[in-house]
């Protein structure tokens, strides 16, 4: 059975299905859970998500919904049908539409973990200047972050700079997955706000979404463990 303690997440980025379930075969499911995003599943479709459980791994979908609160809800829905262990919508979408999820997952009695993409990792103050809100990503996470947790949502996507903050205001119950880690020996790519595995712990991040550091190294479970010695 996969394991429930590991935060680690390992982003399967890959284009095919049988480029994804090639890594999944050399990763170890009682130690990461693994995360499914957009291309991979609108390449591959659900048959991923069968394949990966099949093999004992829970899974993130990463598929970000932002939608009116009845097409969320019912997108939330099917996914919790396919057994995937956690899936996320925008908070920017919403109080209602935020709302309406929670209330369709407790509704069918589904225990998938709900939580909300706050501010993209990749965005900066000027981003957010060019869209209309003139605010720090700081404060729009923070903001975003008290409309999931008011919702009844179980976390949040956050940078680890964030986690400290929103452990503070909400606890270390309130999930709060990373992305943008980047292990001591892994160079930084395109994501602004990162720290290292150990350092977003030590923050209040509760789950550790690595991707490449893992997923193009020669032998990707000795990558794994070097980040397990990390910690």
């Excluded at 060019?130 to 996507?157: F, I, K, M, N, W």
């Excluded at 893992?214 to 032998?219: K, L, P, R």
């Amino acid at each position: 059975m996969p394991s429930q303690t590991s935060p680690l997440i390992i982003a399967l980025d890959y284009s095919s299905l049988d480029a994804a379930l090639c890594m999944a075969d050399q990763l170890d499911p009682a130690r990461c859970r693994l995360k499914v995003g957009k291309e991979l599943f609108t390449r591959s479709g659900p048959a991923v998500l069968e394949a990966l459980h099949g093999r004992g791994f829970e899974v993130f979908l990463d598929l970000k919904f932002h939608d009116i609160p009845n097409t969320v809800a019912g997108a939330v829905q099917a996914a919790a049908e396919q057994g995937v262990w956690m899936v996320n919508v925008h908070a920017s979408g919403g109080r209602r539409m935020m709302l309406a999820a929670r209330e369709r997952l407790d509704a069918q009695r589904f225990k998938t973990q709900l939580i909300a993409v706050t501010v993209l990792t990749s965005l900066e103050r000027q981003d957010l200047a060019e869209v209309g809100l003139d605010t720090t990503p700081e404060s729009q996470v923070e903001r975003l972050a008290q409309l999931a947790q008011q919702t009844g949502l179980d976390g949040v996507v956050c940078s680890a700079q964030e986690a400290s903050r929103l452990e503070d205001l909400y606890g270390k119950a309130f999930l709060k997955v990373t992305p943008g880690i980047r292990p001591s020996f892994a160079r930084q790519a395109d994501q602004r706000r990162i720290l290292t595995p150990a350092q977003a712990l030590a923050a209040g991040s509760t789950h550790l979404v690595i991707g490449r550091p893992v997923t193009e190294a020669t032998d990707p479970m000795a990558a794994l463990e070097a980040i397990e010695r990390e910690l």
